[in-house]
């Protein structure tokens, strides 16, 4: 990846990290929503 | 259209969409991945180029995320349907992270290519007033108790700030910016080689494939939560 290295996988590394956080935060927050209606159900 | 503002209805067809929403994100971004590390290096850019394959894309998804924002702010405040207002809010979170991802990836091009992690040109501190939009926009929601009152007042400040989406747009026409000028979707086709095309428009769909996939599930939330708030008010 030449000098170049760093940035490209900087770049990828802190996309994959914010991204995987929305989609496991996202999941999280609806199972608790539904676990917690389906208490009070 | 209207029928589905019913968040029965809603949730429906938002527990039917989101499941194939998510498969054809995962699919398009190991296709977008496998492309964007298969092309060659630019012969200016050199490898930095396939930054581009992910800060473009969150640059779009971000710009993307305002302007539904803004749509649903505009619907809530005119037909006050309360599943408008959820749609606005849900979308503020996801587009702050789209967007920080752009400022945070385009600043990592930057460096090596321009010699600075940031320049107050007219793209970019336009784009950073995108980020400080959503984060007031959010702010304002936290701040205020009395949600319809959060959402009107919210919702002001989306359409006011939607004026900020075509100065980022035209920003590198109307002002001389270090930031290149339009090179993709412009008059007479895209001035960069069609070989960095493939992955650059694969990575834009699993973008907005993927806001979509996370937007749909945050509205879900919000109404279960609503709903397990008023089953506890009338327990009480």
Do not use: C
């Not at chain 2, 005119?78 to 945070?104: C, E, I, N, S, Y």
């Not at chain 2, 075509?166 to 026409?173: M, N």
């Amino acid at each position: 990846m030449s000098d170049y290295g760093f940035y490209v996988w900087t770049a990828y590394g802190v996309s994959f990290a914010g991204l995987a956080a929305a989609v496991v935060l996202t999941v999280l927050g609806r199972l608790r929503a539904r676990a917690a209606l389906e208490k009070l159900k | 259209m209207l029928r589905y503002a019913n968040p029965t209805r809603f949730l429906q067809l938002s527990g039917a969409l989101v499941p194939w929403l998510g498969a054809a994100s995962a699919a398009l971004f190991a296709a977008g991945l496998y492309l964007g590390f298969q092309v060659p290096p630019d012969y200016q850019q050199g490898e930095t180029v396939r930054v581009m394959f992910i800060h473009v894309p969150a640059a779009w998804t971000a710009m993307m995320g305002y302007g539904l924002m803004a749509a649903a702010s505009l619907v809530g405040l005119v037909w006050r349907h309360p599943l408008a207002d959820t749609a606005a809010r849900a979308a503020a979170p996801l587009g702050a992270l789209f967007t920080a991802l752009g400022l945070v990836t385009g600043s990592l091009w930057g460096r090596p290519m321009w010699g600075a992690w940031w320049v107050w040109d007219g793209r970019l501190t336009s784009f950073l007033l995108l980020e400080f939009l959503y984060l007031g926009y959010i702010a304002l929601w936290n701040a205020i108790e009395d949600e319809t009152r959060a959402a009107r007042v919210g919702a002001i400040l989306a359409l006011v700030g939607a004026v900020n989406l075509p100065i980022i747009e035209f920003s590198v026409d109307w002002w001389t910016t270090l930031h290149q000028g339009e090179s993709i979707l412009r008059k007479g086709g895209p001035l960069i080689s069609t070989v960095y095309l493939w992955p650059l428009f694969t990575m834009a769909l699993a973008y907005t494939f993927l806001f979509f996939t996370l937007w749909l599930m945050r509205i879900e939330t919000e109404i279960l939560k609503r709903r397990a708030r008023n089953a506890m008010l009338e327990e009480t």
